[in-house]
């Protein structure tokens, strides 16, 4: 009975290091096999495992200030402002870059669109001077217009080649907002109905006028509608502008916004940056 362990530990000793080549085998082989079939470029770029996006090194498609200086340029030079500014019932504004650093990034329109290739620079806005008078508490709630400038990138596109539609009801909702909040006394309105008509293909690239205007206010109602014209690629005048969108909506001014005066004071375009006229 004794022979019988040892024999059976001579055995085992002498597969022991046969087993381990073979485990050792079978277990490189793959390793190997995997890393031959990588190309070397691929494993270069291969982040380190459990790497979290955040520990990602940055991209390098993040928009320098030059290229910022030239898409505003591109609106700033434009004979479209020039005429914009004659009128004197408006005034300019730029309401993005007014607002508070900390709530930009977490804003739809001045965060998330806003960059190169998407809202290449911070829309100018003209916005309805109204008297002191207009502007006492006791008023009857006024009607406002505005008109809005903008350029679009390369990288709001649906179609290819083609701006995206839900970009262009994005800035009809935008310029609405800021529109109606001159027609309430909170200075506060929320989208209630967006209807938007799309006339002619958006194209990338291009300046943008949105027109709005409150046609009709009751109470805590207002009623917007507006234009979206395409400006020529060129440097011809807006004649040859071409109507791409069309767009009509219904504002609330919520009760809340009376009894909130911070809130109210997010929302209502108080603190602007206006741009004296010459």
């Known amino acids: 009975m004794s022979s019988i362990p040892r024999s059976l530990s001579r055995l085992l000793r002498k597969q022991t290091p046969a087993t381990a080549a073979q485990v050792s085998r079978i277990t490189t082989v793959p390793i190997r096999s995997a890393q031959t079939q990588a190309a070397p470029s691929a494993l270069k770029s291969t982040p380190p495992p459990f790497q979290h996006a955040h520990q990602q090194p940055p991209s390098t498609s993040t928009p320098t200030s030059k290229s910022r200086d030239a898409n505003d340029d591109i609106i700033a030079n434009h004979p479209i402002l020039h005429t914009l500014r004659q009128d004197r019932s408006l005034k300019e504004t730029r ?80 310029v609405f907002a800021h529109t109606v909040a001159q027609s309430f006394r909170s200075g506060t309105g929320m989208t209630a109905n967006l209807n ?36 020529p690629a060129g440097s011809g005048g807006e004649e040859e502008a071409v109507l791409v969108a069309e767009a009509r909506a219904l504002f609330i001014e919520p009760k809340f916004a009376e009894r909130f005066p911070y809130f109210r004071l997010l929302l209502k375009p108080k603190t602007q940056l206006v741009v004296e006229k010459e």
Do not use: I
Request: hydrophobic share 35%.
């Open 196 to 231: 938007v008509d799309f006339r002619k293909p958006a194209l990338p690239g291009r300046v943008y006028v949105l027109r709005a205007e409150t046609v009709k206010v009751e109470g805590r109602k207002a009623w917007v509608e507006g234009t979206m014209t395409m400006m």
């Open 95 to 174: 309401p993005h870059l007014s607002m508070p650093p900390t709530l930009r990034p977490s804003h739809f329109v001045a965060g998330t669109l806003a960059g190169e290739g998407k809202l290449t620079s911070a829309p100018y806005m003209f916005l309805s001077q109204h008297s002191k008078r207009d502007k006492n508490v006791n008023a009857e709630p006024r009607q406002s217009r505005g008109v809005t400038v903008f350029h679009t990138g390369r990288h709001m596109c649906g179609h290819p080649g083609y701006v995206h539609g839900g970009f262009l009801s994005v800035m009809f909702d935008e």
